[in-house]
């Protein structure tokens, strides 16, 4: 299956199986995820499914979006 | 090779090896031993191979870093460095177990995540100045040890580990700030949370828990990640309507995967965290 973008997050539907992630458009950052979990997700952003972690890193590479560095303060 | 001369050894307090581009320092750390008044050693992000030498007699040391090289072997004991206020050595290849940590009271940060550290988390009662605490994505086993004396904590992450047993009391852990033990094989309560008013995010997916020992969250708590565990519906149902409680707009709450699905009040109270910009996730 091909990744599938869905701007209208209203009870979409994920597999056990598959691979999604939830962005905010408008300032290009991932919320939640890549994580593979079943369920029901709602959410005012944008949710991207797809079959494989690599599909979903792909398309965050190819769409430039950002992944918050969960920085600990390490120094 | 370049050398580095160090006439006078004893005066030196600092020494200092930050990398700059790709000019990386290899081989190996030598005997710390003849810098008897150093206070800070830092060599981060190199190339360094072989173990972390002992430094049993650098006991005014304040600060170790040897983050991002890849030195292997075990951790040193650190008894004798009863002034260690940071220890930062993760992503290394380090083995072996967390070394005894009650005597250094002072520590504030203890950082040796993305190693293979094996054995359990040691008790670190003792260390109630510790701030930071994070050793994900080693090898540990055993249980979460108590924190209720580690009141100053503000991030404990011990995730993606083999870890058993519980998640701790966190009542006592009024700075925390995030608290992640996502990937390990914890069962039982995810504990009440009320008391940490600081907290923002909670990560506990990936394991086996089965219920929800609270009743209201902090509305500071935006990220609070629970798929795959074995939480039943009343557990969801409760972590939904605690959410709803707490008021706050926006963040993202996964209750999805292996748990129960939400009934009754809890499915209201999903539409009405999604009425408040939540991205929420249940079956």
């Not at chain 1, 499914?49 to 965050?60: A, W």
């Not at chain 2, 935006?222 to 557990?235: G, K």
């Amino acid at each position: 299956m091909a990744i599938q973008k869905i701007t209208d997050v209203d009870n979409i539907e994920t597999a056990q199986e598959q691979w999604w992630v939830i962005y905010n458009d408008e300032i290009k950052t991932v919320l939640e995820g890549p994580l593979q979990c079943s369920g029901y997700t709602s959410s005012p952003y944008v949710i991207v499914i797809g079959d494989t972690e690599k599909e979903l890193l792909t398309y965050i590479e190819e769409n430039d979006l950002i992944i918050p560095i969960d920085y600990e303060g390490e120094l | 090779m370049p050398s580095i001369s160090l006439t006078n050894p004893l005066n030196i307090t600092e020494l200092r090896f930050n990398s700059i581009s790709n000019h990386k320092l290899g081989g190996t750390i030598q005997s710390l031993d003849v810098f008897t008044n150093l206070e800070v050693f830092f060599i981060i992000n190199h190339n360094l191979t072989g173990s972390i030498p002992d430094i049993s007699g650098n006991t005014v040391l304040r600060e170790l870093n040897c983050q991002r090289n890849q030195l292997t072997g075990s951790i040193p004991g650190l008894s004798s460095n009863t002034p260690l206020e940071k220890f930062n050595c993760f992503t290394n290849n380090l083995t072996g177990s967390i070394p005894d940590l009650s005597s250094n009271t002072p520590l504030e940060r203890f950082n040796c995540y993305e190693n293979q550290l094996t054995g359990n988390i040691p008790d670190i009662s003792s260390n109630t100045n510790l701030r930071l605490f994070l050793c994900y994505d080693n090898n540990l086993t055993g249980s979460i040890p108590d924190l209720s004396s580690n009141t100053a904590l503000e991030k404990f992450n011990c995730s993606i580990n083999s870890l058993t047993g519980n998640i701790p009391d966190l009542n006592s852990n009024t700075a925390l700030e995030r608290f992640k033990c996502h990937d390990n094989n914890l069962t039982s309560n995810i504990p009440d949370l009320s008391s940490n008013t600081n907290l923002t995010q909670f990560h506990c997916f990936e394991n086996s828990l089965t219920g929800y020992a609270g009743v209201s969250v902090s509305p500071t708590l935006s990220s609070f990640e629970a798929y795959n565990n074995n939480l039943s519906t009343s557990a969801v149902n409760s972590i939904l309507a605690a959410f709803v409680a707490a008021g706050a707009s926006g963040g993202t709450l996964n209750l999805a995967g292996t748990n129960a699905a939400p009934t009754g009040q809890g499915i209201t109270d999903k539409a009405t965290l999604n009425s408040r910009g939540w991205t929420v996730t249940t079956n």
